[in-house]
Nanobody
Framework: QVRFVESGGGLVQPGGSLRLSCAAS????????VGWYRQAPGKVRELVAT???????DYTNSVKGRFTITRDNAENTVYLKMNSLKPEDTAVYYC???????WGQGTQVTVSS
């Protein structure tokens, strides 16, 4: 099973930016879809963005125009560039294949002044 390790989270002020990385343990060339999810305390985990093997992205409405998902198959890494961050973006962010099972540790994103 391909394992992913998330990194790049941190504390940022509203309006700021972060870039999250999702590093795979092996080649992701054959993985059709990879997704970024997030979960805030007391909230259900939600799918934020997806990207296909060909680089076609899709986003949930709340992040459209602000987040950009990219995929570097040569580096076995999927990225999530987050701009114009809002307090409601605060959550633990996870990446996983779609379909997939299990979750890693995620990376914490906190947007606060």
């Amino acid at each position: 099973q391909v394992r992913f390790v998330e990194s790049g989270g941190g504390l940022v002020q509203p309006g700021g930016s972060l870039r999250l990385s999702c590093a795979a343990s092996e080649s992701i060339f054959s993985i059709y879809v990879v997704g970024w999810y997030r979960q805030a305390p007391g909230k259900v985990r939600e799918l934020v963005a997806t990207i296909t093997s060909g680089g076609a992205p899709d986003y949930t409405n709340s992040v459209k125009g602000r987040f950009t998902i990219t995929r570097d198959n040569a580096e076995n890494t999927v990225y999530l560039k987050m701009n114009s961050l809002k307090p409601e973006d605060t959550a633990v962010y996870y990446c996983r294949t779609i379909p997939g099972e299990g979750w890693g540790q995620g990376t914490q994103v906190t947007v606060s002044s």
